[in-house]
């Protein structure tokens, strides 16, 4: 199934009332919670929702790595990126008099997930540019040249995002430093100087040089093997570096990865013969757990008991509550938040957010929110009850992914929403 783009929606649509709701509200004050009713025995139907054209260009951080999720399946990473010039028409003088000692990507990090074992990575040269004017999608792709920049027998390295790195006497914030064929450096360097205008806009250095794709090639990986890993391409400590000599003095010239240049995730996910998979095969097994995961899967919870309200009916709270299987010490932790979103109508498209972001509590492993204008808005029928939409905050720039309990759980916990509400 394609859904459109995730509208960024205000929930002002929600927040709208008719006119006998708004007298209701001003004739209710601060404490007409205290006399209000609490219900929380409404059923809730719980299953799973596929994406599968999620724009990732330009997000606030790329992905990269492997890793085979024992519930989701395996999940593959890698980045597209322009280049920019740190200045133009650098001055290298005689190349032959130029040493190059290294030339280097380095990567900063801006988290991971998983694993922090080696990894097999590949770098390699585009020979279709990228551009400002396109979107590209978690399945889109360029043509790339078949060569590996990594020099042979450097491409395996074992990701350290939670140390600085060294660089020469300098520590500065963790990346992953990836070393790249110093021919490459040495062509930049004579074309930089042979009289020709490549390096004299970054618009004739992209047509020149188009940019790279950085991937993981790590084989066949067991339950539970790899990890992906988050890159920050706008933070000036993200560069591509050449470390050269000339006459004896040590010199550094940059090609930079910013705000200004395109950049998108592509991202493969195998869920054939996963928990995950089977869920989506046959839906009912979301009542025993569904799922959420970054990059195509999608919770969904539906409230039928919402129809028995009405617009009679002013909401206080509504706290739901989805509480989660999660071990402590887990390589596989949740974030933070979870989002909500909606459809103004069953035959709608695209997804309204209600503005509303779950909170994980780690003592009680759960996700839980307020979603009395969501509840409001079904009840004064603004929208129709087709259910909520939950996904990890960060859907198009993580991997992660969250064991939602259903309500035919075998676990203690199970998905539930507490309604306090008066009548008038």
Excluded: W
């Excluded at 005689?94 to 770098?123: C, K, M, R």
């Excluded at 990986?221 to 933070?235: T, W």
């Amino acid at each position: 199934m394609r859904y459109s783009l995730l509208l960024l929606l205000a929930l002002s649509l929600l927040a709208c009332k008719k006119k006998d709701q708004l007298l209701g509200k001003e004739l209710l004050g601060a404490d007409a919670m205290l006399n209000g009713i609490t219900t929380d025995t409404f059923y809730l139907a719980t299953s799973v929702v596929i994406e599968d054209s999620m724009i990732t260009d330009n997000s606030a951080n790329v992905v990269l790595g492997s890793y085979n999720d024992p519930k989701f399946g395996k999940f593959n990473a890698s980045f597209y990126t322009q280049l920019r010039l740190a200045g133009v028409n650098p001055n290298f003088g005689n190349p032959s008099t130029i040493v190059v000692d290294s030339f280097v990507l380095g990567l900063e990090y801006a988290g991971y997930y998983g694993a922090l074992s080696a990894q097999h990575f590949e770098v390699f040269a585009l020979t279709d540019a990228l551009s400002a004017d396109s979107t590209y999608y978690q399945f889109s792709t360029k043509a790339h040249s078949n060569t590996n920049l990594i020099p042979a027998g450097k491409e395996t390295i074992t990701p350290d995002p939670l140390n600085y790195t060294l660089i020469g006497d300098d520590s500065v914030q963790a990346q992953l430093r990836i070393p790249l064929d110093t021919n490459l450096a040495k062509q930049f360097i004579t074309e930089a100087t042979n009289g020709s205008t490549t390096f004299a806009s970054n618009a004739n250095f992209q047509s020149y040089f188009k940019g790279l794709l950085v991937q993981t090639n790590n084989g066949p990986q067991s339950a539970g093997q790899g990890g992906v890993f988050y890159f920050n391409l706008n933070d000036p400590g993200t560069k591509l570096t050449i470390y050269y000599r000339q006459g004896g003095v040590e010199k550094t010239y940059d090609f930079l990865m910013n705000s200004t240049c395109v950049d998108f995730s592509h991202v493969d996910v195998n869920r054939s013969g996963s928990a995950v998979g089977q869920v989506i095969n046959n839906p009912s097994q979301g009542l025993q757990e569904f799922y959420a995961q970054a990059f195509g899967v999608r919770a969904k919870v539906v409230i039928p008991g919402l129809n028995q309200f009405t617009n009679k009916q002013l909401i206080h709270r509504a706290e739901i509550h989805l509480p989660i299987q999660f071990q402590f010490g887990s390589k596989y932790k949740p974030g933070s938040n979870v989002t909500f979103a909606t459809k103004k109508t069953a035959a709608s498209q695209g997804y309204i957010n209600t503005g509303v972001l779950g909170a994980y509590s780690e003592s009680k492993k759960e996700f839980s929110a307020d979603l009395k204008s969501y509840v409001q808005a079904v009840i004064n029928k603004d929208i129709e009850n087709t259910g909520l939409i939950v996904s990890p905050r960060f859907f198009v720039n993580s991997s992660e992914r969250i064991i939602f309990n259903g309500p035919n759980t075998i676990n203690k916990m199970r998905p539930k929403i507490i309604i306090t509400y008066t009548d008038f």
